[in-house]
């Protein structure tokens, strides 16, 4: 008998997770994703101040000034067919009509104030104009308060610095913006 309670043991113990590494966080599992799948994540939050922050310095971005407890994201460098994803997440207690934000990466020919003058005007679509979608490369998708959006895409082949905004009424007017750098 007493041969079999020491086998017993041991088997209880490695069912139920016993010794390291038997459950890693969704977080640890998600970062061991992004390293596998080779595509780099470009973690941003959009604020109730209208910008682009970030809360940890990331390869490939660049940096300026702060915002509360985060830095204020002005651009991400890429080489040209870089595949990279955007993660959004917006902090805000504000009702999702007051306070959402989108990414929207334009072509290097689109003048980012236009666009975005015409995307007020677009509220049933999103506050993406119709007669522009030819000048968007990517994009999200609008994300509320504690909501997370993201997109995967390619840098373009041609190199220069594509602008990126939040095309939400006064947005980008606020700030809300920077550029792709892609060399």
Do not use: W
């Not at 994201?73 to 902090?91: D, F, H, N, Y």
Request: charged share 20%.
């Amino acid at each position: 008998m007493k041969h079999l309670i020491l086998p017993a043991i041991m088997l209880f113990v490695t069912a139920c997770g016993g010794g390291s590494g038997g459950n890693q966080s969704q977080e640890t599992q998600s970062q061991s994703a992004n390293q596998a799948d080779g595509v780099r994540t470009i973690e941003m939050i959009g604020t109730d101040q209208m910008k682009y922050v970030v809360e940890e310095k990331q390869d490939g971005i660049t940096t300026g000034g702060s915002s509360g407890n985060y830095m204020l994201l002005e651009s991400i460098s890429a080489e040209p067919g870089e595949k990279i994803r955007v993660r959004l997440t917006t902090i805000s207690d504000l009702p999702e009509s007051a306070m959402a934000h989108n990414f929207v990466l334009l072509t290097l020919s689109a003048d980012p104030s236009a666009f975005t003058n015409e995307a007020v005007k677009a509220k049933d679509n999103g506050y993406i104009p119709a007669d522009k979608k030819d000048q968007i490369l990517s994009m999200t998708e609008m994300a509320a308060g504690g909501e997370t959006v993201e997109v995967t895409f390619t840098a373009p082949e041609e190199t220069g610095k594509y602008d990126y905004v939040c095309t939400f009424p006064g947005h980008y007017a606020s700030g809300m913006k920077g550029k792709l750098i892609v060399q």
